[in-house]
């Protein structure tokens, strides 16, 4: 049924739940929720993520409801609401994009106050800055706020920080809306989806499986069995051969068994094999447990999160 068809979005709650890719049955029955301490407003973001394009809705109870969408940096509408299913179809319509979906309610502008005047930034640090926002925005994983953190103390040396707040978040938007015009233009399945179904079989099997896990080898080896309890074995790639997957390399992948044994590894590598061959990816590997399993080539299109 379309009612419980996945939209592309992301709620969020006042109390910090966050529900992502819901149906339109399950928007609703939020809508119908809110009115209560702690509980009385949601925020509805697309997926993947746009700067300064949102919905939102409040509601106490005895009032109206309060729902609002941002279509711009300039543009923001607001309208008084009575019905929570009214409410819940405009919400619904504004996720599917539906033409026509702000009709027939009389939207009045939201006053946004003055706009912050950000200054631009010297070309010789901006430069620097989009090339390191430029490869973590191809590999995948973090979302704008982890982006502008990383633009804004990417070039910090002491005291020094050329990039201030503003200036990074600004940076990273446009970025951004780069990356997600150019993901609109990929295939409908692409080798990172068929990675992450690969991981998640292997989780199902027993075996924690990781992508884009702690920094480096060592880390990861370090921390990956605090991840879950009563697995078998282990499979992860780590942050830096996700950026060597980004340049064109393929992808190392580290697993092992929670035993500590030869038999085990080899077992859990000859699974891990399997899965990725089930899922339509290429892997090499020799049989020696001591190592890692290649997947390449790999083209790595990896949607953004967020």
Known sequence: MDGERALDIKVETENRQTYTRTSAVRLRELV??????????????????????????????????????????????????????????????????????????????????????????????????????????????????????????????????????????????????????????????????????????LDTSGITARENFACCRGCGLAEIGAEREGARGFVFFHQQVTEHAVEGHGLALHYGAFDGSSETTTAVGHEVLAALRAAGLPGDWDGDPDNAIDVRPLTWHKRLVG
């Open 32 to 201: 119908a929720r809110i009115r209560g301490a702690r509980d009385r407003f949601l925020i509805v973001q697309r997926i993947p993520d746009l700067p300064d394009v949102f919905a939102q809705v409040w509601h106490e109870k005895g009032g109206d409801y309060r729902l609002e969408h941002r279509l711009s940096e300039a543009e923001f509408y607001g309208t008084n609401l009575t019905d929570p299913v009214r409410v819940a179809e405009l919400l619904t319509g504004w996720a599917r994009q539906t033409p026509g979906w702000d009709a027939g309610v009389g939207w009045e502008p939201v006053d946004l106050g003055p706009r912050e005047e950000v200054p631009e930034l010297p070309d010789e640090v901006r430069e620097k800055v989009e090339e390191r926002v430029r490869t973590r925005l191809r590999c995948g994983y973090d979302d704008r706020k982890t982006l502008t953190e990383i633009a804004e103390d990417y070039l910090v040396k002491g005291d020094d920080r050329p990039v201030s707040r503003a200036q990074a978040a600004r940076l990273v938007d446009r970025l951004w809306v780069e990356r997600v015009a150019e993901q609109a233009v990929w295939e409908d399945v692409t080798d990172p989806d068929r990675l992450t179904r690969a991981f998640e079989a």
